[in-house]
């Protein structure tokens, strides 16, 4: 007997009312997350943290490249302390107005 082509899903539909849920903000620029977010140990697993915060991964891979994990450690959580570095903060003012997947190469550290 031949089968038949069935959608299980074909008589469902979504609710236009149903919203999606808003946007997730970046803990380090404020901007709503898009479709990838990066779950980032303010504090490094290494040195002890254990709380974790969304990020955008151009966001994470500035702070990685700014600071080191014991610099990371001293200013844990306090996102004011990490602006306060006038090269997160020419960043930060840089990519405000980019898309939120927005994605670049970022400099290497400099050491």
Known sequence: MPRRNH??????????DEAAPPPVPCWLC??????TIVWHH????????????????????????NFTNSELQRYGMDVDLLLANPNVRKFVDWVAKKDPDFTATITKKQR
Do not use: F
């Open 42 to 65: 303010p504090v490094p697993k290494s040195r002890g943290g254990r709380d974790v915060v969304p990020m955008h991964g151009i966001c994470q891979q500035t702070l990685t490249a």
């Open 7 to 16: 959608d299980p899903y074909a008589g469902l539909t979504r609710d236009e």
């Open 30 to 35: 404020g901007r709503p997350t898009g479709t």
